[in-house]
Structures are given as C-alpha cells and as structure tokens.
C-alpha cells in the first residue's frame, strides 16, 4: 500500500503473461484473473510479487534465466478447540528446536503451526500430511497438561513459502 500511496499501480488478482524490458522500461502484458480483460503496462520497475509462482514468473513470463533460485518450503497448522483460558497466545520450542506458536483463533478456536519441510510439488496442491499433523499434536502435548489428539482436529491446511535459495 506504500507503494500506491506513493504513485504505483498495483493490480491485484491480475495474471503477467509477458514481460520484456525495451528501452529502459518493462513492457508488461497483464490479463485481468476476473473480467479476462488483456492489458499491456510499461513501468521503470516491476515487482514480482508471485510468491510460490516467483519462479515461473521470472522463467517463463520475463524469459529471464535467474542465477537467483527460491527453494519452497511447505507450512502445515492444525485448527483445534481452544483449550486454555485467557486471550494469551503461546510460543514453544520443540526438541528439534522449531518454534510452533499456538494462538486463539475466530473466538474458541486455537491455530497452532508451523511445520517446515521442503516442497518440489504445485503449489496449488499442497496439503497437510498425516505426520504434520501429528509432529504439531506432539508438540502441543509436551507442554500442555491436556493433551490433544486426532479427534480434536477441526481442520487442517498447508501453505508454501518461497525462501530465496543461498545454499546455505
């Protein structure tokens, strides 16, 4: 929102199906993801902002082959009754020494997250797995009296991060 108060054009929900810089500038081919409207912008900057898809904007649409690589990392959470009182969320380390918070979430409800395991799938088809699920309940379980179990489950999603790649 900084960017727009300070004169930039974003678009939202918009597809850049080409990209190729001319004469200082980026000639930018866009399609609208609602009305399917095909638009061309040029700007002295872009800015990809395609997070796990960053990738594929930069290969294919740009046409850039990028030394730069984004490795994606895939993050699990559990949705679960809450199960303590008070408006406190809590922060706890596990043996691995991965943190996992654990916060009230939509009134009687606690989110409790995040795994942290490499993903080389579609984005779009991550999901959680059975061991993430029980990796969060085991975690839970070891700093709270009463203790969690699948049933208790009301749901669970995954989300994919893209992390820049520096080998590290």
């Given at each position: 929102?900084?960017?727009?108060?300070?004169?930039?054009?974003?678009?939202?929900?918009?597809?850049?199906?080409?990209?190729?810089?001319?004469?200082?500038l980026w000639s930018v081919e866009m399609?609208?993801?609602?009305?399917?409207?095909?638009?061309?912008?040029?700007?002295?900057?872009?800015?990809?902002?395609?997070?796990?898809?960053?990738?594929?904007?930069?290969?294919?649409?740009?046409?850039?082959?990028?030394?730069?690589?984004?490795?994606?990392?895939?993050?699990?959470?559990?949705?679960?009754?809450?199960?303590?009182?008070?408006?406190?969320?809590?922060?706890?380390?596990?043996?691995?020494?991965?943190?996992?918070?654990?916060?009230?979430?939509?009134?009687?409800?606690?989110?409790?997250?995040?795994?942290?395991i490499p993903y080389e799938g579609r984005p779009e088809d991550v999901a959680a797995?059975?061991?993430?699920?029980?990796?969060?309940?085991?975690?839970?379980?070891?700093?709270?009296?009463?203790?969690?179990?699948?049933?208790?489950?009301?749901?669970?999603?995954?989300?994919?991060?893209?992390?820049?790649?520096?080998?590290?």
């Amino acid at each position: 929102l900084d960017a727009a108060e300070r004169g930039a054009r974003v678009f939202t929900r918009t597809a850049c199906t080409a990209a190729r810089r001319d004469k200082g500038l980026w000639s930018v081919e866009m399609r609208d993801g609602r009305t399917g409207v095909k638009t061309t912008v040029r700007a002295k900057a872009l800015i990809n902002a395609a997070g796990p898809w960053v990738n594929d904007v930069v290969n294919r649409v740009a046409g850039q082959n990028s030394k730069r690589n984004v490795r994606l990392v895939k993050g699990s959470h559990i949705v679960v009754p809450k199960f303590w009182e008070g408006r406190q969320a809590y922060l706890v380390q596990n043996n691995d020494k991965r943190v996992i918070f654990i916060n009230p979430y939509q009134n009687d409800l606690a989110l409790i997250g995040t795994t942290d395991i490499p993903y080389e799938g579609r984005p779009e088809d991550v999901a959680a797995e059975e061991s993430e699920i029980d990796y969060l309940i085991k975690v839970v379980n070891r700093y709270f009296k009463r203790g969690l179990t699948r049933g208790d489950v009301v749901y669970s999603f995954s989300g994919v991060r893209p992390l820049y790649d520096d080998n590290a």
